[in-house]
């Protein structure tokens, strides 16, 4: 998983803060995404991207914002923290439509 | 809304016997996608299966898929204690670009 970067690996933060996920990704894939797993809720996507300048909202979008300037980086920015957002965020990447995905090792946010 | 449902939950095996765990999803799709989770780890890509096709094999794993059904299964052969992890299946709808996945079956293989 060398190709595919998160950082940081543990945040905590306090409520209200704004916090940014980084994601980089080495092989100039096109597409990219961001999920979130939780207990009893498996993998959620937060937001996708099939391209640089190109994004759009997956599953539970709300409260997240994303940016995709180069096509190997793409950063998830929580506005203003909350609770709820306490969780464990992959970054992936496809090269492809309809192909397999290759994940980061994630990143464990807690928010107090 | 989650798309797959895996079955079941969490399975407890010995060494070398079989793994079979099953996914049923709702609505159409492109192809259906099983991964594995390591414990504190990222997900890895095992395998593919695209609509038109119904097993799969690779290495000790076989898929299968019942698109009438709206379900496929994952078996592993012979299973090794290395096999422990959680299990997703995800599935691509025919819109197309984005995986939904499951909440995962549980393995744990005994040695």
């Known amino acids: 998983d060398a190709g595919i970067t998160q950082s940081p690996r543990y945040k905590i933060t306090e409520t209200g803060r704004q916090v940014t996920l980084m994601c980089h990704q080495t092989?100039?894939?096109?597409?990219m995404f961001w999920y979130r797993q939780d207990l009893g809720h498996g993998l959620r996507l937060i937001y996708y991207?099939?391209?640089?300048?190109?994004?759009d909202k997956g599953e539970v979008p709300d409260g997240y914002v994303v940016s995709r300037s180069k096509t190997e980086n793409f950063p998830l920015t929580l506005e203003s923290a909350t609770r709820s957002q306490t969780s464990v965020y992959f970054c992936?990447?496809?090269?492809?439509?309809?192909?397999?995905?290759?994940f980061g090792s994630g990143t464990r946010l807690t928010v107090v | 809304s989650q798309q797959g449902e895996e079955d079941p939950q969490a399975l407890s095996i010995q060494e070398g016997e079989n793994a079979t765990m099953n996914c049923s999803y709702k609505?159409?799709?492109?192809?259906l996608q099983w991964y594995r989770q390591n414990s504190g780890r990222g997900l890895v890509h095992l395998i593919l299966?695209?609509?038109?096709?119904r097993e799969k094999h690779s290495g000790r794993l076989r898929v299968t898929l019942d698109t009438s059904k709206k379900s496929s299964s994952l078996l592993i052969t012979a299973s090794r204690a290395a096999d422990t992890a959680s299990y997703f299946c995800?599935?691509?709808?025919?819109?197309?670009?984005?995986?939904?996945f499951g909440q995962g079956t549980e393995l744990s293989v005994k040695p």
């Open positions: 992936a990447s496809s090269e492809s439509h309809s192909g397999g995905y290759t």
């Open positions: 092989w100039s894939h096109s597409y």
């Open positions: 995800a599935t691509e709808d025919n819109q197309g670009g984005k995986l939904i």
């Open positions: 299966i695209r609509s038109n096709e």
């Open positions: 609505t159409s799709i492109n192809n």
């Open positions: 991207s099939a391209a640089a300048d190109i994004t």
